[in-house]
């Protein structure tokens, strides 16, 4: 099927359901969402979501201005989905590494640029709209097991993604993951994370070094850090935009948070200068001692709720 009659299948599909839009932004497809309680953007390429906002607030989300909605480019920004590695593949353990064939991969695996099926879109209330994507990977020359990935987006007055890897053949796999969230800051210099404190993480930027977090994270500087088995509940407040963003995982343990500050910022694809001000990714994930192994059969699930008060 070419785009033309993507479009109008799911057209003929969804499009007559209250609040549902489908629209092409350049090469891209996206299912647009509105209802009494928020409105968000959700592209069927990486199942990424890249806009949620409530009714009458700022975004949630960030996405860049500088996005080029081409196929085969993930879109800077929104929700990326990384598996079945994450970041750089020669930094995951053997048991990731060694089922990749060819280590010259990109960062963060291969689902975020591949076309997802929309196979689902439910209305429990006026209020919620739920969305579910699909993805069958077959092997192929970089993988070799079959699996099928679901990713559930429920837009409300709060956002949740599920997402669940079902294991489709015979062998068992292994797999990091994550689900890459930027969040869209009032302004860098006047937010705080909270709920890391005590925790220790690996400082990328430092040989992956391990230190301690003692005090709330404030950021004036580039950063890049894994936080392994950390909280389950974090915290982002923002001073300027005057509000806490909240972050419940749950069957994820692990955190990145990522901030390119500005010599970095000047090297990343699709991202202006001063963008670095205005986002703040914090990534819930399994890495390192807490991949998924999924034996014949097995799904693994997991789910993230972000919300603000
Ligand atoms: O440019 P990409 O592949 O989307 O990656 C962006 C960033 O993603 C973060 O998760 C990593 O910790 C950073 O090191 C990386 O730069």
């Known amino acids: ?163 669940q890897v079902t294991n489709l053949g015979a062998e068992p796999f292994s797999f990091s993951h994550a689900l890459h969230a930027y969040f869209n800051i009032g302004d860098i210099e006047g937010v705080r994370v909270e709920g890391l404190e005590g925790y220790d993480y690996l400082d990328t930027l430092d040989n992956w070094t391990l230190k301690k977090s003692n005090f709330p994270l404030q950021i004036n500087a580039e950063v890049d850090r894994v936080y392994p088995d950390v909280a389950k509940e974090l915290r982002i407040t923002d001073r300027k935009l005057n509000r806490t963003i909240k972050i419940e995982a749950m069957n994820l343990s692990d955190l990145v948070v990522w901030n390119p500050w500005i010599d970095k910022s000047k090297r990343l694809s699709h991202f202006g200068e001063t963008d670095y001000t205005q986002m703040l990714c914090l990534e819930s994930a399994r890495l390192l001692d807490n991949i998924v192994c999924l034996t014949a059969n097995e799904t693994y699930k997991c789910t993230v709720r972000y919300s603000f008060n």
């Open 1 to 163: 099927m070419d785009l033309g009659e993507r479009i109008q299948s799911l057209y003929a599909k969804y499009g007559s359901l209250k609040g549902i839009t489908i629209e092409l932004h350049k090469q891209l497809i996206a299912v647009s969402v509105r209802n009494e309680a928020a409105s968000a953007t959700i592209f069927l390429q990486g199942a990424q979501l890249a806009e949620y906002k409530r009714a009458g607030e700022h975004p949630l989300i960030w996405l860049s201005d500088q996005c080029d909605y081409q196929s085969g480019t993930p879109l800077r920004g929104g929700i990326p989905i990384c598996w079945p590695w994450f970041g750089d593949l020669s930094r995951n353990p053997k048991a990731v590494k060694n089922q990749i064939c060819g280590s010259d991969q990109p960062a963060h695996g291969f689902v975020r640029d591949r076309e997802w099926e929309l196979i689902a879109v439910e209305l429990p209330d006026t209020e919620t709209t739920r969305i579910t994507l699909k993805l069958e990977v077959a092997a192929d020359e970089i993988w070799k097991f079959p699996a099928a990935l679901r990713v559930i987006i429920t837009v409300g007055t709060e956002l949740s993604l599920q997402f």
